[in-house]
Nanobody, 128 residues
Framework: QVQLRESGGGTVQAGSSLKLSCAISDRDGYNFVDTYAMGWFRQAPGKGREFVAVINWDGSIINYARSVEGRFAISRDNAMNTMYLQMNSLKPEDTAVYYC?????????????????WGRGIQVIVSS
């Protein structure tokens, strides 16, 4: 069973930075989670869940939503089975619950909004 756990959320002021982490693990021990594509989504109050960023297993494919491109950076450390989202120049409109996602197939499965696995989400609040 693949599990995802987010950390690093919190409340910050506009213009600040925050770094989210997502640890991926496999309780069964036979899923090669370091080969999974991983990504981030977010859901703001009263809105639907939206794609933020995706990275394939070796970091050779990275895509961002236009709303965060140039401000956010996605990365991963396969030795640590952890993915990161560095968020800079945060805006109040970045306030949302951020979800980690993973899929054993391609990065497209994530960017299209249908990954196999989801984390529980973590709150990020940006005050003006």
């Amino acid at each position: 069973q693949v599990q995802l756990r987010e950390s690093g959320g919190g409340t910050v002021q506009a213009g600040s930075s925050l770094k989210l982490s997502c640890a991926i693990s496999d309780r069964d021990g036979y899923n090669f989670v370091d080969t999974y594509a991983m990504g981030w989504f977010r859901q703001a109050p009263g809105k639907g869940r939206e794609f933020v960023a995706v990275i394939n297993w070796d970091g050779s494919i990275i895509n961002y939503a236009r709303s965060v491109e140039g401000r956010f950076a996605i990365s991963r450390d396969n030795a640590m089975n952890t993915m990161y989202l560095q968020m800079n120049s945060l805006k109040p409109e970045d306030t949302a619950v951020y979800y980690c996602a993973a899929d054993p197939a391609t990065a497209e499965a994530i960017s299209q909004g249908s990954p196999d696995y989801w984390g529980r989400g973590i709150q990020v609040i940006v005050s003006s």
